[in-house]
């Protein structure tokens, strides 16, 4: 077996390396010794100001998904996106710390600093290309995990159609753990099946895994740690009920989340206003109709609420009656399209989480004629209206825009996964996310 090399621990290589590249390179190759000289000649401000040109390009960079792995087999694709993406990351970069008064554009952008600047990007996104392709794809990626399983064929099997659902995309090996074999071997993992009934015999087995280093988890627990996800087949209706989000402990919590949403609620209808009347304008240009559309969801316990959203389907586009968007819509216009893709058409939801009826983090509010068809199929869907609705949620940053039943389901077991894990940090995290699905140009549209 092959090392396994983590997800995170990937990510955390390429940081790593493009951000050592985007140092160095133009050190070694460009400016030799006068790197630093020359940087300090292109702002007004030495240290200070050169350390926010480094903080907001990693910020940039991390939204744009610069630092996760391309997933294209095509390196000439590859090398194209990533050179665009450095030209985006580039122009934020530039256009803000000019704003902030931190670089002159005319010392920046000189005739013979351009071919200085083309050069390195393009070198950058070359080495960053090479490195991913035959490092990742020729070596550590087909590296696979081992896991050990406590339990029946049923279990693997399971296991393996749960992974398949949720398009899980690492290497996994799993094998059936024989009692009447000798412990001479050390997987990543131990699963104990969830119907599997331990007994005093099998303590020696779990202390030399233990000893040993090896994670060991029940087949629910270890399927919630591997996707952040708790599917509805492996729910566990006791933990589920007896989280900390279920007693008075979170209210403090909730308190200090209902704050945040006024607060930032608040900034970014302010912030937004002019690209909300611009996008209003488009619409209405576009067939002169309505611009705001006004929609029914269920809420916090099923109670109705009023959502407002910038119209991007054409006009009387259900008069056949509800219907789950899909894609090459032919009922969403072209500003539709737009607006949808960098979630413009959501920002008058803003008003809602203002009132209280929404929240800015939490299970995304779903039409009433949907749920009722959804509630009658899937089980514990109602769950998920124990938590107030959100603009975005965990299931929404995790899993790409659901028009179907079964999308349905495997975004539940997202949503039951925030609802039991509730945090500040959690939702911290979603709105990252959310920040760099939007900025990278991923929005609602169905796959």
């Given at each position: 077996?092959?090392?396994?090399?983590?997800?995170?621990?990937?990510?955390?290589?390429?940081?790593i390396?493009?951000?050592i590249?985007?140092?160095?390179?133009?050190?070694?190759?460009?400016?030799?010794?006068?790197?630093?000289?020359?940087l300090?000649?292109?702002?007004k401000?030495?240290q200070?100001?050169?350390?926010?040109l480094?903080?907001?390009w990693?910020?940039?960079?991390y939204?744009?998904?610069?630092?996760?792995?391309?997933?294209?087999?095509?390196?000439l694709?590859?090398?194209?996106?990533e050179?665009k993406?450095?030209?985006?990351?580039?122009?934020?970069?530039?256009?803000?710390?000019?704003?902030?008064?931190?670089?002159?554009l005319?010392?920046?952008?000189n005739?013979?600093n351009?071919p200085?600047?083309?050069l390195?990007?393009?070198?950058?996104?070359?080495l960053?290309e090479?490195?991913i392709?035959?490092?990742?794809?020729?070596?550590?990626?087909?590296s696979?995990?081992?896991?050990?399983?406590?339990?029946?064929?049923?279990?693997?099997?399971?296991?393996?159609?749960?992974?398949?659902?949720?398009?899980?995309?690492?290497?996994?090996n799993?094998?059936?753990?024989?009692?009447?074999?000798?412990l001479?071997?050390?997987?990543?993992?131990?699963?104990?099946?969830?119907?599997?009934e331990?007994?005093?015999n099998?303590?020696?087995?779990?202390?030399?895994?233990?000893?040993n280093?090896?994670?060991?988890?029940?087949?629910s627990?270890?399927?919630?740690?591997?996707?952040?996800c708790i599917?509805?087949n492996?729910?566990?209706?006791?933990?589920?009920?007896?989280?900390?989000?279920?007693?008075n402990?979170?209210?403090?919590?909730?308190?200090i989340?209902?704050?945040?949403?006024?607060?930032v609620?608040?900034?970014?209808?302010?912030?937004?206003?002019p690209?909300v009347l611009?996008?209003?304008?488009?619409?209405?240009?576009n067939?002169?109709g309505?611009?705001?559309?006004m929609?029914i969801?269920?809420?916090?316990?099923?109670k109705?609420?009023?959502?407002?959203?910038?119209?991007?389907?054409?006009?009387?586009?259900?008069?056949?009656g509800?219907?789950?968007?899909?894609?090459?819509?032919?009922?969403?216009t072209?500003?539709?399209?737009?607006?949808?893709?960098?979630?413009?058409?959501?920002?008058?939801?803003?008003?809602?989480v203002?009132?209280?009826?929404?929240?800015?983090?939490?299970?995304?509010?779903?039409r009433?004629?949907?749920?009722?068809?959804?509630?009658?199929?899937?089980?514990?869907?109602?769950m998920?209206s124990?938590?107030?609705?959100?603009?975005?949620?965990?299931?929404?940053?995790?899993?790409?825009?659901?028009s179907?039943?079964?999308d349905?389901?495997n975004?539940?077991?997202y949503?039951?996964?925030?609802?039991c894990n509730?945090?500040?940090?959690?939702d911290?995290?979603?709105?990252?996310?959310?920040?760099?699905?939007v900025?990278?140009?991923?929005?609602?549209?169905?796959?």
């Open positions: 077996m092959k090392l396994f090399i983590s997800t995170k621990f990937q990510k955390i290589i390429i940081f390396f493009t951000f590249c985007e140092i160095l390179l133009p050190y070694l190759f460009i400016f030799k010794n006068d790197y630093i000289r020359t300090k000649a292109f702002t401000i030495d200070p100001a050169i350390i926010s480094i903080l907001f990693i910020f940039l960079s939204i744009r998904g610069r630092y996760s792995q391309i997933k294209s087999s095509n390196v694709k590859n090398l194209i996106l050179f993406e450095l030209l985006i990351v580039s122009t934020f970069s530039t256009i803000i710390l000019y704003f902030l008064k931190i670089i002159e005319n010392k920046f952008f005739y013979k351009l200085i600047i083309f390195i990007l393009i070198s950058i996104s070359l960053k090479i490195f392709s035959i490092l990742f794809e020729k070596v550590l990626l087909k696979s995990k081992k896991v050990l399983v406590i339990g029946n064929q049923k279990d693997v099997d399971s296991l393996k159609n749960v992974l398949k659902n949720y398009k899980y995309p690492k290497k996994i799993f094998e059936l753990f024989n009692f009447n074999s000798e001479n071997i050390i997987p990543d993992q131990l699963i104990i099946s969830n119907d599997y331990l007994d005093s099998d303590n020696r087995v779990i202390q030399y895994f233990h000893l280093g090896v994670q060991i988890f029940s087949k627990k270890w399927v919630e740690y591997e996707l952040n599917p509805v492996l729910i566990n209706t006791d933990k589920f009920l007896n989280s900390r989000n279920f007693s402990y979170r209210d403090f919590e909730l308190k989340k209902r704050l945040g949403d006024i607060i609620s608040l900034i970014l209808i302010i912030i937004t206003s690209l611009i996008a209003a304008f488009l619409i209405w240009a067939d002169k309505p611009v705001f559309y929609q969801r269920d809420g916090m316990f099923g109705k609420i009023k959502i407002i959203k910038l119209r991007s389907m054409i006009i009387d586009a259900e008069n056949d509800a219907q789950w968007a899909k894609k090459n819509d032919n009922r969403i072209s500003i539709g399209k737009i607006l949808r893709k960098s979630r413009i058409d959501e920002l008058p939801q803003l008003i809602s203002l009132k209280g009826e929404m929240s800015l983090i939490g299970p995304r509010p779903e009433p004629e949907f749920n009722t068809i959804l509630k009658g199929q899937i089980p514990y869907y109602g998920r124990l938590f107030k609705p959100g603009l975005s949620g965990w299931a929404q940053v995790n899993y790409p825009y659901g179907s039943l079964s349905s389901n975004k539940l077991g949503d039951l996964f925030y609802i509730y945090s500040l940090h959690l911290l995290l979603i709105l990252f996310k959310t920040m760099r699905t900025f990278s140009g991923r929005g609602s549209i169905p796959n």
